[in-house]
């Protein structure tokens, strides 16, 4: 299996416009995760989804961010407009179960930078 | 109080040293732990999960102490290539049900030659 495949890996941009990051989770899951990683917060959950369905946004943290997930094998993550403290870099997971109590698979990550 | 609370180091050890870590959990409900091992620009991926009755997996070896609420990693005969940071990961849920798993911020080992 080739893991879970995310793209662009590294993205810059300017301040205002939008950003879209794509993920393809491994075939058969059927949870997926979205976290951003900064050195001061982290890793932090941005979204959870269960059979193509968002059952955790509490973490996206306002309108200018947005997911989507039209079907098992595709998710994106969008932001729009973005800002410099944007800048991180995005992890798509997904895992068999979505419970908690099996591994999450990460993808290689998208370092965004918004200047 | 912070969920998932852990040592950010570095550990700076030699060759051959052991090192343990610890992480700290606020939710007593907590089930689910593990650890996961970082890579510097690189993804997360899980080293081990931790069963309450301690588990072992090579020079590895994972405790769980549910009265003090936290989780031990300790590494033996240390290897330049355990140099990393190591995430202890916790979920409030058991099976069959969604809880959002919390990171901890992570401990950096640096293994030195």
């Known amino acids: 299996d080739a893991g879970v495949i995310q793209s662009p890996r590294h993205e810059v941009t300017e301040m205002g416009q939008e950003v879209t990051l794509r993920c393809k989770p491994i075939?058969?899951?059927?949870?997926l995760f979205w976290y951003r990683q900064t050195m001061m917060r982290g890793l932090e959950l941005l979204i959870y989804?269960?059979?193509?369905?968002?059952?955790?946004d509490s973490g996206m943290p306002e309108d200018r961010f947005s997911a989507k997930m039209p079907n098992a094998s595709f998710s994106t993550l969008k932001i729009q407009p973005s800002e410099p403290r944007d800048s991180a870099v995005y992890f798509c997971?997904?895992?068999?179960?979505?419970?908690?109590?099996?591994?999450?698979?990460f993808g290689p990550g998208t370092r965004l930078t918004v200047l | 109080r912070k969920e998932v609370e852990q040592d950010p180091g570095p550990f700076n050890v030699p060759e051959g040293a052991t090192v343990a870590f610890n992480c700290t959990y606020s939710?007593?409900?907590?089930?689910?732990f593990f650890w996961y091992r970082q890579d510097c620009r690189k993804e997360p991926k899980l080293l081990m999960s931790?069963?309450?009755s301690g588990n072992e997996d090579g020079r590895f070896t994972a405790q769980l102490n549910r009265a003090s609420q936290y989780i031990s990693l300790l590494i033996r005969d240390s290897k330049l290539s355990d140099s990393a940071t190591y995430l202890c990961?916790?979920?409030?849920?058991?099976?069959?049900?969604?809880?959002?798993?919390?990171f901890g911020t992570g401990t950096k080992l640096q293994v030195i030659p």
């Open positions: 997971a997904s895992s068999w179960q979505g419970d908690g109590t099996d591994t999450q698979y």
């Open positions: 990961v916790v979920n409030p849920a058991g099976s069959g049900g969604y809880q959002k798993v919390t």
């Open positions: 939710n007593s409900a907590s089930q689910s």
């Open positions: 931790v069963y309450s």
């Open positions: 075939s058969g899951h059927n949870s």
């Open positions: 989804f269960n059979n193509n369905v968002p059952i955790d």
